[in-house]
């Protein structure tokens, strides 16, 4: 079989989210890659994917597709899927509940979060952290076609600088499903709309900061930083100060932004499990022992209250600058 | 109603991880291990259901070791009126066990299963949909609150920057998400009273392998960092640092 890969774009209210690029990316890896939108109607940037590597660009359009159908997207998927070496899906929210789905209807099993994939032979092998990233383990995917959905910000994805001239997009046939699950609507997130796994910079809070309302502080700061999520630690989310959507760690998310700001967390082993893996780590904390900065690039020891507001006003001062 | 609870036994979030000498699995020795986590949320629903109810049974299923079965008597001390333990060597691949669990549960006439959105040794978030997808019956993943009514299911999980509101009818899957409740602690009373629940153990039907182990590593040591400064001083040195060295601002 040729090394023809489908890859599964996800879409929000007509338009493709960030995360497809970096699944056009992994997909890339083990093959030419076909593009997968399903979608009501049409969406926004489908006919660009060729210019970032996508072989040919498929649409499955139903009416019942506005939202996330469950049951449609994999009965659509697994239909497709016959004909592929690999499939590959975005670790997001409906990346982790469908994967699973389609690959349960396929009779293999599936990679879930990987952060490197390959081949060995006709195999597809995939790297992925387990016990929340203290291992990282290497499994060889035995079945066809091998599943598997990418973590966010791992596979650097080329994004077209500006539209290029609409693409040809090949119509694919939605087979018949029974929904049994059906998605009423998106509500908007209490917090932040940026989630901590998607954004490129994660500013985040622990015990340090005293009490929920100092977290004013940090929500400044991101705002200063541009795209950025504001998250948490464990102790604060157990002490009900933020949503545990936020909360970065085992029993919470793992995140790999390009930069993360731990701001009055000591660095507890299931919150280092949580964020080692982000690209460049900065540690605020006023004890010059917290295991925090064994793991930071850049640290400042001392009282946050006095190091935050400066440090906002920084950023905005060197951001207004460029 | 009739309520499933799948249970998995998973070293202790705070436990610090050894590979083996097999480079493919992790020394158990000295390792202490409890309930997944996001499994105790789903004990906790099947407990609050069968309360609000007055009424109906819980069954806690496990594939695992034989080991698995002290994990399972927590689940009877939480409340649980029975457990059942699919003895099978771990295994990291989730349609195997999915493959086990469903040719039990299906048999069983349940009118919901409760899940955790993962277990925190494998994060595959896996076996709970696949088993539906298996049974052929709705399933709704990632639940942070729920609530069921005259036999369907409304459901709220978080996507990336908003909550999906999930709608579907039982039998169904749930898996379960932290902020769905609070879990109990067992009572003396209770682990006194586990002793004596029914503890069933028997083979799993795992189904054939299509993921294999090829070993586990430990990720890179991260390269020590440094420290600017100290206190409010050190900020401006820390944001040029981060401009020219880092590149990423």
Known sequence: MADRVLAIMEQRDGALRKVSYEVIAAARLLGDVDALVLCEGAVEGTGDLRAVGAARVLSAAHPDFRLYNPDGFAATIGELASGYSAVVFAGTATGRDLAPRVAARLKVSCATDVIELGRDGAAVTATRPVYAGKVLQKIRLTGTPAVASIRPNTFPADKPAEPGPPGEVESVTVPAFAT???????????????????APIVVSGGRGLKEPANFKLLEDLAAALGTAAVGASRAV????????????GQTGKTVSPGLYFAIGISGAIQHLAGMRTAKVIVAINRDKDAPIFKVADYGIVGDLFEILPRLTDEIKRVRAGQ | MKIAVCLKRVPDTTAKI???????????????????PY???????????????????TVVYSVGTDASAETLRTALAMGIDRAVLLQAPGGADGLAIAQALAAELGAGAFDLLLFGKMAVDDHNHAVGPMTAELLAIPCITSVAKMTIEN?????EREI???????????????????????PRLPSLKGIMAAKKKPLETKPAALGAPTLEIVSLELPPERQPGRIVGEGADAVPALVQLLRTEAKVL
């Open chain 1, 180 to 198: 049994r699950v059906t998605v009423k609507e998106i509500k908007a997130a209490a917090t932040a709309t940026l989630d901590v796994t998607e």
């Open chain 1, 237 to 248: 989310v157990d002490a009900g100060w933020r949503d545990h959507g936020a909360q970065v």
């Open chain 2, 160 to 182: 990336e920057g908003g909550i999906e509101v999930v709608t579907c009818s039982l039998p169904a899957v749930i898996t379960c998400e932290k902020g769905l409740n609070n």
């Open chain 2, 18 to 36: 050894t590979i083996g000498p097999d480079r493919k699995s992790i020394t158990d020795t000295g390792l202490k291990f409890v309930p997944n």
């Open chain 2, 151 to 155: 036999g369907a299911v409304e459901a």
């Open chain 2, 39 to 57: 499994d105790e949320f789903a004990l906790e629903a099947a407990l609050a259901l069968k309360e609000k109810s007055g009424g109906g049974e």
